[in-house]
């Protein structure tokens, strides 16, 4: 059993969150805070952008396999009007957005190229990639797993029916009246 806080909050993820943290909030004491900011916002934006096209292409797997493995939609627990497409918009959009970086990090915009440049704009796609290579090769799994072979089950959180809902609304509305 893990250790949380009162919010629920893992210890062994808050601790160095708020020693991180505390650290960076003396950057600006020294005289190269704004360029080491530069740096870290620009690690932080592409590292966002990579989070959100992974959670499109995951999504994309899971609708693949679902149909491969001869599950009806009508079976997933929401709806959505612009499925699956909007998983494939998104992913596009996140692809074309590093990209752009990708350009900008080459040929910045009013400033000349330079490799220190580059590797302030476009550092985590390079973490990245080190990081997911060395992954592959040390776990030595495959690129991707055959549709068919996805595990839809394991861990998968099965929703209870109107009824119990409605019981578990009223459980949380007496545990926060008797907070008052």
């Known amino acids: 059993m893990t250790k949380a806080d009162s919010w629920g909050r893992l ?14 909030s003396y950057l600006n004491v020294s005289h190269t805070g704004a360029q080491v900011f530069g740096w870290l916002s620009s690690l932080v934006a592409l ?23 001869g599950r009806s939609p009508a079976d997933l627990p929401w709806q959505s009007f612009a499925r ?25 915009i009013g400033g000349s190229p330079s490799v220190v440049g580059f590797f302030s704009s476009y550092s ?24 068919s072979k996805i595990d839809l089950d394991s861990d998968r959180r099965w929703y209870s029916t ?19």
């Open 11 to 24: 210890w062994y993820g808050l601790i160095p969150t708020m020693l991180l943290g505390g650290a960076l």
């Open 47 to 69: 590292l966002a952008m990579f989070g959100w096209g992974m959670i499109y292409f995951c999504h994309i797997r899971m609708r693949h396999a679902w149909k491969v493995q």
């Open 84 to 108: 699956p497409w909007a998983s494939y918009w998104g992913f596009g959009w996140c692809i074309f957005m590093i990209c752009v970086q990708f350009y900008l990090a080459l040929w910045p």
């Open 124 to 147: 985590s796609v390079v973490a990245i990639i080190v990081i997911f290579l060395g992954a592959k090769i040390y776990y030595r799994g495959p690129w991707l797993l055959d549709a």
């Open 162 to 180: 109107e009824e119990e809902q409605v019981q578990e609304k009223k459980s949380t509305i007496r545990k926060i009246w008797a907070r008052m």
